[in-house]
């Protein structure tokens, strides 16, 4: 484990204030968690590779004397003093799961076996990132968290699927044995600031391509659809979720029920952005799912949780933030990968 720029507060006793141990932290949603939670005034602890995160999600957060980092991959075990953990440790974009399968893998199991056992050590709540691909290429639409989900276990998408089912078995197995107070969001497809322009998800792929006025790479004949969240929202369902006085020990279906075509969602960015970008079409992954929509009866009834944030509103700040990453105030393209 290597500390980085600024010591964890390992000395600070429980008080009035939570200490929360945020694995994945330096990523897309990771970094927004931590702002919410300091922002709520919790001792924040973010936990990370930076394999995927960036230390420029980060920056913003070092004015907190109560935000501290720490690099170190969740495969190895860590000891911290805490009363509550989030993990969303892994990448999420299949050209990032997809780089390191095994390692994705390890990092479903052994990363969420560490964080469990640190849990039982600390009595701690803990929360796991898991995922709409629990459903798999769903034969039920949309799909209810009661669906077991059509899941290739033998394919290019399957360190990332099994993996997350795996972890799911293990913060049930934990709670059946020792008690843990577990809490799992099956988050369906998320969007917002502080994606990496290279991060190879959709709405950052189209955006970032709009933008630079570059074919917009359709997979398939982009009939396949997903339902959208604006990030902001799914951090309220989080924290709702975590805090929920009523124990939920059950997976908690996370997103946005809007629904689009892959095509659809291509020409609203062409048209959002004004962009001269043409669609063109590319071979659709292996596996790739053919729809998907959650459906969120049970964070409506439990956690009187819904999204707020229209598809077109959340696009709009998305591009606002990537136009501030790729174009120098001359309008010169800054080059990503
Ligand atoms: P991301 O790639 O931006 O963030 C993942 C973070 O985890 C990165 O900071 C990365 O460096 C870190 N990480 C990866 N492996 C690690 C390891 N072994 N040890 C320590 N840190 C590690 O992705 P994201 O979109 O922010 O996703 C966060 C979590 O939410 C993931 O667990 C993902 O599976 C889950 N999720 C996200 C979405 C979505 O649409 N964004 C959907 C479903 C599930
Ligand atoms: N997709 C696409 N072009 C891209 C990136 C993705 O058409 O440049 C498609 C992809 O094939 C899938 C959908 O968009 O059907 C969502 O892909 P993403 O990787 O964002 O998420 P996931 O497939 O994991 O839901």
Redesign the pocket.
Known sequence: MNMAFKSAHLSLKHTDKRIILV??G?????SHLCERLLQDGHEVVC???????RMENLWHLLRFDTFSFIR????ASIDLPVDEIYN??????PP?YQADPIHTMK?CVF?SLNLLELAVHHQARIFQ?S??EIYGDPQVHPQPEGYWGHVNSFGPRSCYDEG?RSAETLFHDFHLKYGVDIRIAR????YGPRMRPDDGRVISNFIVQALKGQDITVYGDGSQTRSFCYVDDLIEGFIRLMGSPSPIHTPVNLGNPGEFTVRDLAEQIIAMTGSSSKIVHKPLPVDDPRQRRPDITVAKRELNWEPTVALAEGLKSTAAYFERQLVRPSGELVEVA
Do not use: Q, R, W
Request: glycine fraction near 14%.
């Open positions: 694995a994945g330096a990523g897309f949603l990771g936990v990370d590779d930076f394999s995927t995160g170190h991959d969740i495969v969303l440790a892994c990448p999420a974009s990032h990092t990363g990132a995922t709409s997350k988050i369906f497809n998320t």
